[in-house]
Structure formats: structure tokens, C-alpha cells
């Protein structure tokens, strides 16, 4: 897969990285439409949704959830495939909120909650 992985644009500046419950956008939706236009491998749309997977927990961890809910529903509404590139700007408000949530989360002294579903605690795609 070349262009923007799914951990680029969930909150970058943090190198953090599930599908949403309820209604509304998912992660593997974005994951599936960036590897139809791009083409990756069914390992690449795993990763992409692991990732996507892992960050969600995160934020709902962090308390950040429906930051991570306007996110990812941006990036539904916002991206799209020109020619074999996906182009996922238009979010960089949301994804700044997204940011500062776990960021502030993370900093305020507290130790993370361990989720025990076996992801690890490092950053995605190191």
C-alpha cells in the first residue's frame, strides 16, 4: 500500500494508532475504501484495521471516544480516491482534538488501563 497509512492519519503527531459500535463510519470501512483505490493485501487491510483497532481502544481508554467517533467520520465524509492516491485531508480539526484528548488523557499522571485483548502497548507499524 503507498500514500497515507491509516496510522498517519489517526493522530501522526502522537505515532499511535474495532470497527465503531453503533451507527456511523468504521475503520474498516476506511481501511477497505483506501485499499480499493490504492490495492494492498489482505495482510496490509489487517494491519490497517488492527491499527485502527488499537488506536480506537486507546481513545476510549483516554475517555476520547467521541473525538475518535468525529475523526473517523470525517475521514469517511472527506476521503477520497484521485486516480490511485487516497486523500484523506479536510480533518485536520478533529484530528487535533483527537490529539489534545490523549494527549491531555496521557499526561495527566494516571497509568493507561490495560485492555487485555492482547494488543500491544507500543506504537502501531514500529
Known amino acids: 500500500m503507498k500514500s497515507v497509512s491509516l496510522s498517519a492519519l489517526l493522530v501522526a503527531s502522537l505515532s499511535l494508532g474495532a470497527v465503531l459500535t453503533g451507527c456511523g463510519s468504521s475503520v474498516a470501512d476506511f481501511c477497505e475504501a483506501q485499499c480499493e483505490c490504492e ?6 487491510l489487517d494491519e490497517c ?13 483516554e475517555g476520547c471516544e467521541d473525538r ?15 486516480g490511485d492516491d487516497f486523500d484523506a485531508d ?16 496521557s499526561s495527566s499522571g494516571d497509568p493507561p488501563e490495560e ?6 502497548s507500543g506504537s502501531p507499524g514500529e
Not at 69 to 82: F, G, K
Not at 93 to 105: M, W
Not at 115 to 120: R, T
Open 39 to 44: 490495492g494492498c493485501s489482505d495482510n496490509d
Open 49 to 61: 484495521i488492527d491499527e485502527g483497532e488499537d488506536f480506537e481502544h486507546r481513545a476510549e481508554r
Open 68 to 82: 475518535f467517533d468525529e475523526y473517523i467520520s470525517c475521514l469517511d465524509s472527506e476521503a477520497e480516491c484521485r
Open 90 to 105: 479536510g480533518c485536520e480539526a478533529e484530528e487535533d482534538d483527537l490529539d489534545d484528548c490523549v494527549r491531555d488523557s
Open 115 to 120: 485492555d487485555g485483548g492482547g494488543s500491544s
